[in-house]
């Protein structure tokens, strides 16, 4: 396995180095042909890196800087004036060549304006889009985009983000002509505004793309589908909605099984069966999403991420740059719009 | 208890009256005050009827009608050319004061658009929504508006969302100063897009509002807030997201509690529970939407419903009529609004 450099923004989430840093400790142990570049306050990170055996600590360039995106930046604000931020210079790395990736806890908005500047959009790609690989019912991987990184989209971008996670889908599952929705409120023609019906007549005149029409909010995690598409307002919430309802059931269950002995006693004897599946779906534990659609790879880990869930940030990190993701996505997509152009 | 009349759309919903007959029969049986207009194709109700006792058929009056509202008519299309439809001769009983209320599971958008044309809205209100009762993780109802009569919202319908969430909170479940959130990508007052920016900006200039600011998808069902407003593509999305997960968790619950011989055991010993405790989850268990800020009492039932579900929004509109919910929200949204206006 060739060598692999990744820049971490250590300052980003809700916790800050104390989680990033024992990930990627434990990153450095999983794949010996990694090397990180962690970026942020050398005086919160250095001690952390104490106890760190030798070969791991050998692997690890630490680039010291004291700014940091708030959460409350604005993007803008973000772009302007956090030159010397943890996340600026993580994307920077990713930029010059110096790192094959990059990933950050931090705010959304900010890292998406950032990227966009840094890195460029591919040709053909307006804006990048912030896409997760959702559980389903049959199994089979859900591509959901975008997630938060475009609030508004009109009807092109929606039309080109179908584009990216057909070939997303293609390129990391290997999944010959991906099925791809658009998500509204029903699935007649008639229904939705005007950017899902303006995207949905793009989409039907694009034989490149596998359209399946609109999809409503109860079948994406059915499997019915491999790529859905929507506005970043409605997949954030959508996401985070997820977890709401995942969080309810787990008290739901907790309470209705503590109602009488011996209801109370099988459950706790299954409760670790039940917590395991229950972990599936909770975004602490399987996370990590991708901005995809720059010419370099950008992870955004959730803000809330414990240690376990920032790992599974570096490691979707990790593949991507090993698939060379950005160069799979670019090829494909020159093919079919050069199709479609012509 | 006085006489209550409801008008019943027999044909709407994916079953038509094999869901709605059986479910209006249950409800007969239920309250001994109740009347019900069935509204439909003789041919298919009538045999429906055949076996019901002569008190619960006295309560029971047929109107035939062949014309229906189909799924896929367009809201206009419905209002100018389905003048004979079940669902619009339900809603002219309520108009003509011959029903105080009445129930339909079929296409919600004709059933926003006939009802708004022929009840008329609330004085101040511009457009009714769709609202709901959902469960929360500490028992307490919340109410999200709106769930897909209005698919885009400008910042004012949004406010007057808010005004009547607020007030049908207080009204209903004698709330003192309910809590009202908007739904938004970020709980920071930089997030999201311009109409709940200035929703926000609105509410906050509102005192007779207990305005919380944004609240993000995974706090739906915290119960944190008692009113959650959104636009109707969003709200839609949102409440079938909710269900496609808890569907996706159910299967992997029993995915789960298949391995192993003992665990199989215990969890087919506490199934019953689990199932009941899920089915409080279920849309079509749980049932039943409001259209607010008209003159009269419209319920929406899933378009999936079964009998039991059907059933639910049949007591949502008793509960409602008896309640005289319209004068009630009308009452006090005057006196916000003339509060507001000096």
Same mark, same amino acid.
């Given at each position: ?130 896409? %997760? ?18 609030? %508004? ?122 917590? %395991? ?66």
């Amino acid at each position: 396995m060739t060598d692999l450099t990744l820049a971490l923004d250590a300052m980003g989430g809700d916790h800050g180095p104390h989680i990033t840093v024992p990930a990627t400790l434990q990153a450095l142990r999983l794949y010996p042909f990694l090397k990180v570049i962690l970026v942020g306050h050398q005086d919160q990170i250095s001690p952390l890196l104490d106890g760190a055996e030798d070969d791991i600590r050998q692997r690890i360039v630490l680039i010291h800087t004291t700014e940091v995106v708030s959460m409350s930046d604005r993007p803008v604000h973000a772009l302007r004036n956090r030159k010397q931020s943890s996340m600026r210079l993580a994307i920077e790395l990713v930029r010059d060549g110096r790192a094959q990736a990059c990933v950050s806890a931090g705010n959304t908005g900010a890292l998406m304006a950032i990227s966009k500047v840094l890195l460029k959009t591919l040709s053909g790609i307006d804006r990048p889009a912030l896409v %997760s690989c959702l559980p389903s019912v049959n199994g089979k991987p859900v591509y959901l985009l975008d997630l938060g990184a475009n609030v %508004s989209c009109c009807s092109e971008t929606l039309f080109q983000f179908a584009v990216m996670g057909s070939v997303l889908s293609e390129a990391v599952d290997n999944n010959e002509q991906p099925k791809v929705a658009l998500l509204n409120v029903g699935i007649e023609e008639i229904k939705g505004n005007d950017q899902v019906q303006q995207a949905g007549q793009l989409l039907q005149l694009t034989p490149q793309i596998n359209y399946q029409g609109f999809i409503e909010g109860d079948d994406i995690y059915s499997g019915k589908v491999d790529v859905i598409v929507c506005d970043g307002f409605v997949g954030n919430i959508t996401l985070k909605t997820s977890e709401g309802i995942a969080k309810l059931l787990v008290h739901q269950l907790k309470q209705g099984l503590t109602q009488g002995f011996f209801v109370r006693l099988m459950a706790k004897l299954i409760a670790p069966r039940i917590n %395991s599946v229950l972990n599936q779906m909770n975004p602490d534990h399987y996370n990590g999403a991708s901005l995809i659609g720059l010419r370099g790879i950008v992870v955004k880990s959730h803000g809330s991420a414990d240690e376990a869930a920032y790992l599974q940030a570096i490691s979707l990190a990790v593949t991507e740059a090993q698939r060379r993701l950005p160069q799979m996505i670019e090829q494909r997509l020159e093919s079919i719009l050069l199709d479609i152009n012509n």
